[in-house]
């Protein structure tokens, strides 16, 4: 079966940095997306991944290992703001499968 | 979520009863997603359509109908409600890369 791991939940202080894995097991892999999702809103298009290695944009940078089969996410100079659900996703078969989702909690 | 519009934001159905949600987008983007959202959980892919006039099943469509009127609307009916249902529901769109995606605001269904 495809199934994503991810942590239900992360804790981290202002202005700290914090890392948020993901495990896959799917076939056909195309890469690894990460979404983040405030509560009531849509999930938006973070960072994608489809070769190995780190990718950056601004606070957030995002790394692949395929033959791993793992990923993380890594938020740095965390804000207030940046309290979400942080979603994994990989492609495969034309599709996207999701991992649960984990909650971001940030304190001051 | 510029560009892809969902109708209605919030809907109260009884057991039974059918209702159709509209997904229409202005990107130009050729791929087209319905995805459900339960409380503390991942998105689950119910239907998806790879352009105009064609659509696939994706991981839940049980229950679930879809036409792809026109590269512009996606819309997801249900035919007979039922509370299992119950849930949010996301239209998303690609463009070349499955792991781009646009979504919509949601619609909040709730069914009784």
């Known amino acids: 079966g495809q199934s994503l791991e991810q942590p239900s939940e992360v804790t981290a202080v202002e202005g700290a940095i914090v890392q948020i894995n993901c495990t896959y097991q799917t076939s056909g892999f195309y890469g690894l997306s990460w979404y983040q999702q405030h509560d009531g809103g849509a999930p938006t298009f973070l960072s994608y991944?489809?070769l190995d290695g780190l990718e950056e944009t601004g606070r957030f940078s995002s790394f692949l290992s395929r033959s791993d089969s793992y990923g993380y996410l890594l938020l740095q100079e965390l804000q207030m703001k940046d309290s979400a659900s942080y979603f994994c996703?990989?492609?495969?078969?034309?599709?996207?499968?999701w991992g649960a989702g984990t909650k971001l909690i940030i304190k001051p | 979520n510029a560009g892809v519009t969902q109708t209605p934001k919030f809907q109260v159905l009884k057991t039974g009863q059918s209702m159709t949600l509209q997904c229409a987008q202005d990107?130009?983007?050729?791929?087209m997603y319905w995805y459900r959202q339960d409380p503390g959980m991942g998105l689950r892919l119910i239907y998806y359509s790879a352009s105009e006039g064609t659509t696939d099943k994706g991981e839940v469509p049980n229950g679930y109908n879809v036409s792809r009127l026109n590269k512009r609307e996606f819309s997801l009916r249900l035919e007979s409600a039922a509370p299992s249902q119950t849930s949010v529901y996301f239209c998303?769109?690609?463009?070349?890369?499955?792991?781009?995606?646009?979504f919509g605001p949601g619609t909040r269904l709730l069914v009784l």
């Open positions: 990107m130009n983007h050729n791929s």
């Open positions: 991944n489809a």
């Open positions: 998303a769109l690609s463009g070349t890369a499955l792991e781009t995606q646009y």
């Open positions: 996703a990989v492609g495969s078969n034309y599709q996207l499968i």
